[in-house]
């Protein structure tokens, strides 16, 4: 693997509390400096990730995501929040919202989000891009190390949509063999991307500016 | 509870196939909002299925139709079409031949019995898992076609004595163990013989084998089979992706589907002008 290998995040994961999402609600309300920036890097990731999910479609989600953001940003700076303790559950909500307009309006084109035709997209953070190439990378790597048993468990459950039954037909083991294998080697891949990845989605700069 | 436990792997996994309630997806969507390591893992899995089942892959390509599959598709149409249905003996046993598609239990898993059982409300599937053999026209064959065994087989396929050919055909994959072709016809002759499971298992190598020219029927046939082992839920899910292979059987299948769906659903679908496949 020629990627350097990053130092580990903390072991112990990080969550966006109440009083942060609150206070980062309120600081991009008053249009403070920066306060954008750290509502884009907390958010982009997961509003990719949840857009991906339910678009299939890596491309769209990509230009749905900014239209998110956007749509969470103008709603924040017109003090449109009711409750900025659960900023994360609304910019969830927007992204839903989005998808199933996109998903209604497949073949036409999209409409903005109500309000946000005339006001300047946020910029996303090129690291997050470079990070889902980065992180396909490592998966592919992560892959290729892991013991071959595991390794056809995946294979036959992504790439020909085998259920777990119907492997366990194929390789003569139980079913819950099979769960076990493709348990273990989900967790192998996913510890090999954490140890060679510095992912901490925007924390590092909030906590710098909100303490 | 830690996240592992309220969002286990496979439910997860299930997330970015895009198979988890709605329910579920925003109860998980709203957690990884707050989660970053539980959104590691999604992305994680994300990755995975982008890496296993790369963009362009044939699910999502219409592909030219084949000779096998006109043929299926004009022999499902056609007026003679011979309808099998499996038929539990009262011995458990299996008999085959040809019969009504609504006169056959075949689909129906055993049911509890004795003054003590409890009354369990069981599905009927087995006019919906009737299948008709794919047609075999041997000027076509390529590579399997040059052995001889597999020639006799074939000749009992068509000949109808569907057991002799599975036996036949099984014979022949001692000798070509990967052969799509020959584990198409014994999957297909094994589910016409009454053995669903040894069908199963026959087409499920078809699948494995990947983008053949067999793996559309193959699937659409162990849908089949999964019908008529009473397993519906299975059976929506292959037919699924028949339909997402986009291919010549994507009607026959959304059909089939809809009705399969209707049925578990307590509803009744009108039959089809047609014969069923």
């Given at each position: 693997?020629?990627?350097?290998?990053?130092p580990?995040?903390?072991?112990?994961?990080?969550?966006l509390?109440?009083?942060?999402q609150?206070?980062?609600?309120?600081?991009?309300?008053?249009?403070?400096a920066?306060?954008?920036e750290d509502?884009?890097?907390?958010?982009q990731?997961?509003?990719?990730?949840?857009?991906?999910?339910r678009?299939?479609?890596?491309?769209?989600?990509?230009?749905?995501?900014?239209e998110?953001?956007l749509?969470?940003?103008?709603?924040?700076r017109?003090?449109?929040?009711?409750?900025?303790?659960?900023?994360?559950a609304?910019?969830?909500?927007?992204?839903?919202?989005?998808?199933?307009?996109?998903?209604?309006s497949r073949?036409r084109?999209?409409?903005?989000?109500?309000?946000?035709a005339?006001?300047?997209?946020?910029?996303?953070?090129p690291?997050?891009?470079?990070?889902?190439?980065?992180?396909r990378?490592?998966?592919?790597?992560?892959?290729?190390?892991?013991?071959?048993?595991?390794?056809?468990?995946?294979?036959?459950?992504w790439r020909?949509d085998?259920?777990?039954?119907q492997?366990?037909?194929?390789?003569?083991?139980?079913?819950?063999?099979v769960?076990?294998?493709?348990?273990?080697?989900?967790?192998?891949v996913?510890?090999?991307?954490?140890?060679r990845t510095r992912l901490?989605?925007?924390?590092?700069?909030?906590?710098?500016?909100?303490? | 509870?830690?996240?592992?436990?309220r969002?286990?792997?496979?439910?997860?996994?299930?997330?970015?196939?895009?198979?988890?309630?709605?329910?579920?997806?925003?109860?998980l969507?709203?957690?990884?909002f707050?989660c970053?390591?539980?959104?590691e893992?999604?992305?994680?899995?994300q990755?995975v299925?982008?890496v296993?089942?790369?963009a362009?892959?044939?699910?999502?390509?219409?592909?030219?139709?084949?000779?096998?599959?006109?043929?299926?598709?004009?022999?499902?149409?056609?007026?003679s079409?011979?309808?099998?249905?499996?038929?539990?003996?009262?011995?458990?046993?299996?008999?085959?031949?040809?019969?009504?598609?609504?006169?056959?239990p075949?689909?129906?898993p055993?049911?509890?019995?004795g003054?003590?059982?409890?009354v369990?409300?069981?599905?009927?599937?087995s006019?919906?898992?009737?299948?008709?053999?794919?047609?075999?026209?041997?000027?076509?064959?390529r590579?399997?076609?040059?052995?001889?065994?597999?020639a006799?087989?074939?000749?009992?396929?068509?000949?109808?004595?569907f057991?002799a050919?599975?036996?036949?055909?099984?014979?022949?994959?001692?000798?070509?163990?990967?052969?799509?072709?020959?584990?198409?016809?014994?999957?297909v002759?094994?589910?016409?013989?009454g053995?669903?499971?040894?069908?199963v298992?026959?087409?499920?190598?078809?699948?494995?084998?990947?983008?053949?020219p067999?793996?559309?029927?193959?699937?659409?046939?162990?849908?089949?089979?999964?019908?008529?082992?009473g397993?519906?839920?299975?059976?929506?899910?292959?037919l699924?992706?028949v339909i997402?292979?986009?291919?010549?059987l994507?009607?026959?299948?959304?059909?089939?589907?809809?009705?399969?769906?209707?049925?578990?659903?307590g509803?009744?679908?009108?039959?089809?002008?047609?014969?069923?496949?």
């Amino acid at each position: 693997m020629s990627l350097p290998k990053a130092p580990p995040p903390p072991s112990s994961a990080w969550s966006l509390t109440a009083e942060q999402q609150a206070l980062l609600a309120e600081r991009v309300r008053r249009g403070e400096a920066g306060a954008e920036e750290d509502l884009v890097a907390c958010f982009q990731r997961p509003v990719l990730a949840l857009l991906i999910a339910r678009t299939r479609d890596s491309e769209a989600a990509r230009d749905l995501t900014q239209e998110v953001l956007l749509g969470t940003l103008l709603a924040l700076r017109q003090g449109r929040l009711r409750e900025p303790e659960r900023l994360a559950a609304f910019v969830a909500c927007t992204a839903r919202n989005l998808v199933f307009k996109h998903l209604r309006s497949r073949g036409r084109a999209l409409q903005p989000l109500e309000g946000t035709a005339e006001v300047p997209a946020p910029g996303l953070a090129p690291d997050a891009l470079l990070e889902a190439a980065e992180r396909r990378e490592l998966v592919a790597a992560a892959l290729a190390e892991l013991d071959e048993r595991e390794r056809v468990v995946l294979e036959l459950t992504w790439r020909q949509d085998f259920s777990p039954a119907q492997i366990a037909r194929q390789l003569g083991v139980s079913g819950d063999v099979v769960r076990t294998r493709k348990s273990r080697a989900l967790k192998k891949v996913v510890e090999y991307v954490r140890e060679r990845t510095r992912l901490r989605p925007g924390k590092d700069s909030l906590e710098r500016r909100q303490g | 509870m830690s996240c592992q436990e309220r969002f286990p792997d496979e439910m997860l996994e299930r997330y970015v196939r895009g198979e988890l309630s709605e329910r579920d997806r925003r109860a998980l969507e709203d957690h990884y909002f707050e989660c970053p390591a539980c959104l590691e893992r999604v992305e994680t899995l994300q990755a995975v299925a982008g890496v296993l089942a790369p963009a362009g892959r044939p699910r999502t390509a219409r592909r030219a139709p084949t000779w096998r599959t006109a043929a299926l598709l004009g022999g499902l149409a056609a007026a003679s079409v011979l309808l099998i249905v499996l038929q539990q003996k009262p011995d458990g046993g299996h008999a085959t031949g040809p019969r009504p598609p609504a006169s056959g239990p075949a689909a129906r898993p055993p049911q509890p019995t004795g003054p003590t059982a409890p009354v369990v409300p069981v599905v009927d599937y087995s006019d919906l898992a009737a299948i008709s053999a794919p047609r075999y026209e041997p000027s076509s064959l390529r590579g399997a076609g040059r052995d001889s065994g597999f020639a006799a087989a074939m000749g009992r396929y068509t000949a109808g004595d569907f057991a002799a050919a599975a036996a036949a055909l099984d014979a022949v994959l001692r000798r070509a163990p990967g052969d799509p072709q020959i584990l198409f016809y014994a999957g297909v002759s094994a589910l016409l013989a009454g053995r669903p499971d040894d069908g199963v298992t026959r087409l499920e190598k078809v699948v494995i084998a990947g983008d053949t020219p067999y793996l559309e029927e193959a699937r659409f046939y162990l849908a089949k089979a999964h019908l008529q082992r009473g397993d519906a839920a299975t059976a929506e899910r292959e037919l699924q992706r028949v339909i997402a292979l986009r291919g010549d059987l994507e009607a026959v299948a959304r059909e089939l589907l809809d009705r399969v769906s209707a049925r578990r659903s307590g509803g009744r679908m009108p039959a089809p002008a047609s014969a069923p496949p």
